[in-house]
């Protein structure tokens, strides 16, 4: 009995110091996060652009105009905006890159997705005065641009300001992906490095780096069982010392132990609860892994549009989005309007078609679900619903409103959004299960009914209460040498 006690100390001496150093990283990385995403988070005048109503943009030619005077044939998708007091047309060529004209005279204006993405990112900012130091379009993720973010491709407008404000915009839907100042790209970076561990990515791939932090996570997690196995073997030992120690009067030159035992005791179900919920997040994004999902693709025919885009059986005044989409033979203008509805209208007749944007959802979600293995085919119409509001199963990280859910059968949810014909979010019953443990039992989102700020410092307590445990732990491992 005795060497199987000294074997569990042994073993809980080692995992603990395997598991030292990453949970150091992990508790100074989570004691930094209220910082960034709440307390420290810049502000912004305004999040969300309000575009003026087709009414008032007045465009005197039609789509059809332009794109025969500038003898484009084919297209991918084309939409109107206001710059500069001018009604442009964005079209996205076959190429997808997207260049403005003229909604008066159909001439070309040059450098327009540029000159659109600096008059957003004044527009957010509500600055016309500061200099732009840098305009850059990006097509890939980085340090200060996170895939939470979402939405590629994106322009980075960065202004030479004493904040460093960096503004980052989706030009062909008027919206902003996310802004950052110093401070802010100095935090992201010190926790993507010591929370996420992505520089393990960059050595051996995404996959690499989940492999390696469950590994962690599951020492960290021996080490906590180890510990309370411990406790509980040599209890009475424990108690029995203090005793002898007291009645003798002796110094208590072990209180580092002693210490280390009773808060690892109180923190344990905190250690409990991060490694469990860290455990079961990083195995659902192993679980996840595919090949990047095909986008859907459309070209559109210049010769097709016999209806005019000006001439729409909607009122100008309620019309804030225009666009075009082909799906089951058909091509529509996708029409947005001030009420959030989005309506078809073919290009043909000029025709309304019923419960369109239910129907288009319908078909990007099977087009993104059909095609990989093991999925069986749905038969019959699937319900769907319009979510304009995040929620707990369709969160903020995911960006994109309004999306349609589209529902299969088990529970299985697909959020598309029609506008940009893109996959949001897949949502099926391991994905749920996951998303409820990481944001009750890692996030705290349990506390959220006292408030944003409450619940921050309750998940600070709980991961400084981890790493003083952790410190403690090693201290005794030095003193015993």
């Known amino acids: 009995m005795a060497t199987a006690k000294q074997n569990f100390y042994?073993?809980?001496?080692?995992?603990?110091?395997?598991?030292?150093?990453?949970?150091?990283?992990?508790?100074?990385?989570?004691?930094?996060?209220?910082f960034m995403s709440n307390w420290f988070r810049p502000s912004i005048a305004r999040e969300v652009y309000k575009p003026l109503p087709q009414s008032g943009i007045k465009p005197t030619?039609?789509?059809?105009?332009?794109?025969?005077?500038?003898?484009?044939?084919?297209?991918?998708?084309?939409?109107?905006?206001?710059l500069e007091g001018q009604a442009l047309y964005q079209v996205m060529g076959k190429d997808s890159t997207v260049n403005y004209y003229s909604a008066g005279t159909g001439d070309i204006y040059k450098g327009g997705d540029?000159?659109?993405?600096?008059?957003?990112?004044?527009?957010?900012?509500?600055?016309?005065?500061?200099?732009?130091?840098?305009?850059?379009?990006?097509?890939?993720?980085?340090?200060?641009?996170?895939?939470?973010n979402h939405l590629l491709p994106v322009w980075q407008v960065s202004f030479d300001r004493a904040d460093g404000m960096d503004v980052y915009i989706e030009t062909t839907q008027s919206r902003m992906g996310t802004f950052n100042n110093n401070t802010r790209k100095a935090m992201l970076m010190f926790f993507e490095q010591l929370h996420t561990w992505d520089f393990l990515a960059d050595l051996g791939g995404d996959q690499f780096r989940l492999v390696v932090l469950l590994v962690v996570v599951s020492i960290m997690f021996l080490s906590l069982l180890s510990g309370l196995t411990i406790y509980g073997l040599f209890w009475k030992k424990f108690k029995t010392a203090q005793q002898n120690r007291k009645q003798a009067g002796r110094d208590d030159t072990r209180f580092v132990h002693r210490f280390h035992r009773?808060?690892?005791?109180?923190?344990?179900?905190?250690?409990?609860?991060?490694?469990?919920?860290?455990?079961?997040?990083?195995?659902?994004?192993l679980h996840n892994i595919a090949p990047e999902a095909k986008a859907y693709e459309q070209l559109i025919s210049t010769a097709d549009l016999a209806a005019s885009n000006l001439q729409l059986p909607l009122a100008d005044s309620s019309i804030v989005k225009t666009?075009?989409?082909?799906?089951?033979?058909?091509?529509?203008?996708?029409?947005?309007?001030n009420k959030k509805d989005i309506r078809y209208i073919n290009v043909a007749d000029g025709k309304e078609l019923t419960d369109g944007d239910a129907d288009y959802a319908?078909?990007?979600a099977g087009f993104y679900r059909a095609p990989r293995p093991g999925i069986k085919q749905v038969k019959g119409r699937l319900a769907t619903t319009q979510i304009r509001q995040f929620d707990n199963e369709?969160?903020?990280?995911?960006k994109r409103l309004p999306v349609q859910k589209v529902e299969y059968p088990g529970g299985e949810?697909?959020?598309?959004?029609?506008?940009?014909?893109?996959?949001a979010e897949k949502v099926t019953g391991i994905d749920r299960a996951e998303g409820f443990s990481f944001i009750f039992l890692h996030k705290y989102f349990g506390m959220s009914w006292a408030g944003k700020n409450i619940r921050d410092v309750v998940s600070m307590l709980a991961a400084l209460g981890v790493l003083v445990v952790s410190l403690f732990g090693f201290a005794a491992f030095i003193k015993n040498k």
């Open 61 to 82: 030619l039609s789509i059809k105009q332009v794109l025969d005077k500038n003898h484009i044939a084919r297209f991918r998708n084309f939409g109107l905006i206001a």
């Open 114 to 148: 540029e000159a659109y993405a600096k008059y957003l990112a004044r527009y957010f900012l509500q600055d016309t005065v500061s200099k732009i130091k840098g305009v850059t379009l990006q097509k890939t993720f980085d340090s200060h641009y996170q895939p939470i």
């Open 10 to 34: 042994k073993w809980h001496r080692i995992l603990g110091l395997v598991a030292l150093v990453p949970v150091i990283c992990w508790t100074l990385s989570g004691l930094s996060h209220p």
């Open 394 to 398: 369709y969160g903020f990280i995911n």
């Open 323 to 337: 666009g075009i989409v082909k799906f089951e033979g058909s091509t529509y203008y996708q029409v947005s309007t």
């Open 262 to 285: 009773q808060l690892g005791l109180i923190v344990s179900f905190v250690m409990f609860t991060f490694t469990i919920s860290a455990a079961f997040h990083i195995i659902v994004k």
């Open 362 to 364: 319908r078909y990007l």
């Open 413 to 423: 949810n697909w959020y598309v959004e029609t506008t940009t014909s893109q996959l």
